[in-house]
């Protein structure tokens, strides 16, 4: 058996995230601006949010199909985050399930705790199909509430508090782990009050503030992680980590290049794509919405550089499968989503001309 050898960096996957934090400190709404963005409701938290959502799963295995569904749709429908809110509440599912086929009124009621272990296998199985997502280069996100618990070092005496995925007290050294691990970036949000001296000697103080913040690494007080370089704190906004999303394969190559890191050139060879078009902008086929098409000879975009972004960058369609044969529910969202899929174009496109 033969088997060929990748190199370096894999572009155009989507990115695994884990994102927990304290009551109220705005979990759903930084969610809510990943690109793309469809939540699994099972919290019921987004009601008065103006985001797309799925019906509310009410079992385990409608969170599963809806999933399934995700993956089914993403390309018509312009999914391209997949928001689980919260992985906690999505936990009971798993519980219920559990304890229904089991007959048992409680997770507890398994001798020797193998209901838990039930459950370790269900979340394993669960995060195993999110890969087909993240193939397809869709983000998985999991919301997750934050709890703290008391801990001890070595190097320290006495308890202090930890925060953490809050997951059932049994389920904390399980399912918590198989999550983070799961996850290219596990971020933690909190309230963070700024202190400063009351008085000359320094033995005073007083809070002056309070601001959102996300931690990106992990210290003995929170867990945290990512693979992306990022600082170790960050202010609780979008534009603090919308980079790592907007990157295209060609940035990600050079970002990795310029930290060592053994590249593979194969992101596909774009010296193909030349400019078709005519002195008054270029040749939309017919077929085209009107306003999609507007927008496309306002700024100069070929019908190519839409085919390109959507095939080799967003991997929403074969390669080769002309704009014209898109759903015209993908039209809506490239007229509805112009900025992005201009920017797309820039990134990607050596070809081309703004004007």
């Not at 599963?64 to 992985?87: M, N, P, W």
């Not at 000359?200 to 867990?223: I, L, Q």
């Not at 890191?261 to 794509?273: H, K, M, T, W």
Request: aromatic content about 10%.
């Amino acid at each position: 058996m033969k088997f060929e050898e990748e190199n370096g960096i894999r572009t155009g996957d989507g990115i695994k995230v884990v994102i927990y934090g304290q009551e109220g400190v705005g979990k759903s709404t930084l969610a809510a601006q990943f690109p793309g963005a469809v939540f699994l409701d099972c919290e019921g938290s987004t009601g008065r949010m103006d985001v797309r959502r799925l019906p509310r799963p009410t079992s385990w295995q409608m969170l599963c199909d809806e999933v399934a569904y995700v993956l089914q749709v993403h390309a018509e429908k312009g999914y391209r985050s997949l928001i689980v809110d919260t992985f906690d509440w999505a936990e009971r599912l798993a519980i219920d399930d559990i304890c229904a086929v089991h007959k048992v009124s409680g997770i507890e009621g398994l001798n020797y705790g193998k209901g838990w272990e039930y459950e370790k296998e269900m979340v394993g199985r669960f995060l195993d199909s999110t890969e087909r997502l993240i193939a397809a280069g869709i983000n998985v996100v999991f919301l997750c509430h934050a709890i703290t618990r008391k801990t001890t070092a070595p190097e320290v005496m006495e308890e202090y508090d930890h925060w953490e995925l809050k997951l059932g007290s049994k389920t904390t050294n399980k399912i918590a782990p198989l999550l983070k691990e799961w996850s290219d970036m596990t971020l933690f949000l909190a309230f963070r009050t700024n202190v400063i001296a009351a008085d000359d000697k320094g033995k005073k103080h007083k809070a002056t503030s309070t601001e959102r913040v996300m931690y990106t690494t992990k210290s003995a007080w929170w867990d945290a992680k990512n693979r992306f370089g990022l600082p170790d704190r960050l202010p609780l906004a979008w534009e603090s980590i919308a980079p790592v999303f907007a990157a295209s394969p060609a940035q990600v190559v050079e970002a990795a290049k310029a930290q060592g890191i053994p590249v593979s050139e194969a992101i596909g060879d774009l010296s193909e794509f030349v400019p078709i078009g005519t002195e008054d902008g270029p040749v939309i086929p017919d077929g085209i919405p009107p306003a999609l098409a507007d927008l496309m000879r306002e700024h100069n975009v070929s019908p190519h550089h839409i085919e390109h972004v959507s095939a080799d960058v967003w991997h929403y369609f074969a390669q080769g499968q002309p704009m014209t044969a898109y759903p015209a529910d993908y039209h809506d969202y490239l007229t509805a989503n112009w900025g992005a899929v201009l920017d797309a174009v820039r990134a990607n496109c050596p070809d081309y001309v703004p004007f």
